[in-house]
Structure formats: C-alpha cells, structure tokens
C-alpha cells in the first residue's frame, strides 16, 4: 500500500520555525521526485518546493525561498522540509507527493499525495 505521511505541522509564532517530515512506503522512493504543496482556506492549491529524483536538484517557490529547505534522507524515506522565518501568510494545510520527474512536481502533478498537516502561524 502507498502511504504518504506529512508531519510535524502545528501553531507557531510569526518569525518562529518548524520541521514538516513526509514519510513514504510502499514504492520506490528514489524513483520519485517528491515535494510539498500547500492549500490554505479560499486559495488555490500552490507548489512550495521539491526535490529530484536523484536529490539533487531542487526547486522553490518565491514566496518561500530563502525561508524555506527541502531534504532527504534516503535511508529512511522521508523528505524534510525546514520552514525557518515563518509569517502569517504561510498559513494552510501542506501535503507532500510523489511525482514521476522534477517538472510534474513542480507542477503539482502527482502518482501520489498523502494527507495534509496544518501548519498556523500568527502574527
């Protein structure tokens, strides 16, 4: 069974830090370019950032580069993402994904998602 779980979500300050953790099973990890997306209330879905295939490269939305960092640790399947600098407007549910290359992640076009985590940040 694919499984996608996104941890690590909760109520921080503005300014204030936390770690989203995306643990997969049930493909193969290295075959897949992962990355996280994000829905807030009323707003479209937006791709936050995502990692290749080979880890390698990487890709961030502007309105989270320099705040946000996508890893992976392959051993354990999980792909991290360490969102630093948090503001009130990063507010939503993040979902991780599974997708087949770095552009259908980007795109937020997936083989698989898994269920969200909400992350709140107030001002």
Request: hydrophobic letters at 30%; charged letters at 15%; aromatic letters at 10%.
């Given at each position: 069974?694919v499984?996608l779980?996104?941890s690590?979500g ?11 953790s995306c643990a ?8 897949y370019?992962i ?14 950032s995502?990692i ?8 961030y939305?502007?309105?989270v ?8 640790d392959?051993a354990k ?8 600098g948090?503001?009130p407007?990063d507010t939503?549910?993040?979902y ?7 552009v259908s992640?980007?795109s937020t ?5 898994g269920q ?6 107030s001002?």
């Amino acid at each position: 069974e694919v499984q996608l779980q996104a941890s690590g979500g909760g109520l921080v300050q503005a300014g204030g830090s936390l770690r989203l953790s995306c643990a997969a099973s049930g493909f193969t990890f290295d075959d897949y370019a992962i990355g996280w997306f994000r829905q807030a209330p009323g707003k479209e879905r937006e791709g936050v950032s995502c990692i290749s295939r080979r880890r390698s490269t990487t890709y961030y939305a502007d309105s989270v580069k320099g705040r946000f960092t996508i890893s992976s640790d392959n051993a354990k399947n999980t792909v991290y993402l360490q969102m630093n600098g948090l503001k009130p407007e990063d507010t939503a549910v993040y979902y991780c994904g599974a997708s087949g290359n770095l552009v259908s992640c980007v795109s937020t076009l997936h083989n698989y998602r898994g269920q969200g985590t909400l992350v709140t940040v107030s001002s």
